[in-house]
C-alpha cells in the first residue's frame, strides 16, 4: 500500500510539472525522478500518454496504480515500461522517448542530467532496502548478516550495473569490515 502512495505521488508530481501546474519538489530521500528532456507541456485538456520508465523494483506498485490514475485523471494514457535502471538508462540514452525515468539508485538518472538528455535535476522519492530471502527450508541456517559470509553460501543478485547488485556488494564489503565478520 506504501509503495502504491508513493507512486499515486510521483504521478501527481510529475503531471503538475508535465502540464505547467503549480507542484512542489517531495522532501523524501532515495532514488530520484528524472524529466527527460524530451516532455513538453501540453494542454490539459487534450489527451495525452504519459512514458514511464520504471525501475523493475516499481513494477508492481506501477501496474496497481495506473488503471486507478487513468481514471482520476481522463485523457492521460499511461505507457509503463519496467527493466534495470541501468537498461533504461541506456534506452533513453539511445533515444527511446521517455517523459520520466524512476530510476533505483542516483547514478543512472546522473547519466541523463550530464549529457543534457533530461530537464533539470533528478528528484529523489522513495528509498530501497535490501531483503535477504532464503529458502522456506532454510538449510544453509542462515539467520544474521554474518551467515551470509559462511564457506559455501551463495548471494545472487542480478547483473553488474543494476543497482541492487551494488547495494549488495556495498552490503558484503562494510560488512567484511566490521569486527567479528568473515573477511
Known amino acids: 500500500m506504501?509503495?502504491?502512495a508513493v507512486v499515486v505521488g510521483i504521478l501527481t508530481l510529475v503531471m503538475a510539472a508535465c502540464t505547467g501546474g503549480a507542484g512542489t519538489s517531495p522532501t523524501?530521500?532515495?532514488?530520484p525522478v528524472v524529466a527527460p528532456a524530451t516532455v513538453a507541456p501540453t494542454a490539459s485538456s487534450e489527451a495525452f500518454e504519459l512514458t514511464i520508465y520504471g525501475a523493475a523494483s516499481l513494477k508492481?506498485?506501477?501496474e496497481e496504480v495506473e488503471a486507478a490514475y487513468e481514471a482520476m485523471n481522463q485523457g492521460i494514457d499511461l505507457v509503463i515500461a519496467t527493466d534495470s535502471s541501468a537498461a533504461l538508462e541506456?534506452?533513453?540514452?539511445?533515444?527511446?522517448?521517455?517523459?520520466v525515468f524512476l530510476s533505483a539508485d542516483t547514478a543512472n538518472p546522473k547519466k541523463?542530467?550530464?549529457k543534457g538528455l533530461a530537464d533539470g535535476a533528478p528528484v529523489?522519492?522513495?528509498?530501497?532496502?535490501l531483503t535477504v530471502i532464503v529458502p522456506k527450508e532454510n538449510p544453509?541456517?542462515?539467520?544474521?548478516?554474518?551467515?551470509?559470509?559462511?564457506?559455501g553460501i551463495k548471494i545472487i543478485a542480478a547483473g553488474d550495473e543494476v543497482p541492487i547488485s551494488?547495494?549488495?556488494?556495498?552490503?558484503?564489503d562494510k560488512l567484511a569490515e566490521e569486527a567479528g565478520y568473515p573477511t
Open 2 to 4: 506504501m509503495a502504491r
Open 28 to 31: 523524501a530521500t532515495g532514488a
Open 60 to 62: 508492481g506498485a506501477l
Open 90 to 99: 541506456t534506452q533513453i540514452e539511445q533515444g527511446a522517448p521517455a517523459d
Open 112 to 114: 541523463l542530467v550530464d
Open 124 to 129: 529523489t522519492v522513495a528509498r530501497n532496502e
Open 140 to 151: 544453509a541456517e542462515i539467520q544474521t548478516p554474518a551467515d551470509l559470509a559462511k564457506p
Open 166 to 172: 551494488k547495494y549488495a556488494k556495498q552490503l558484503v
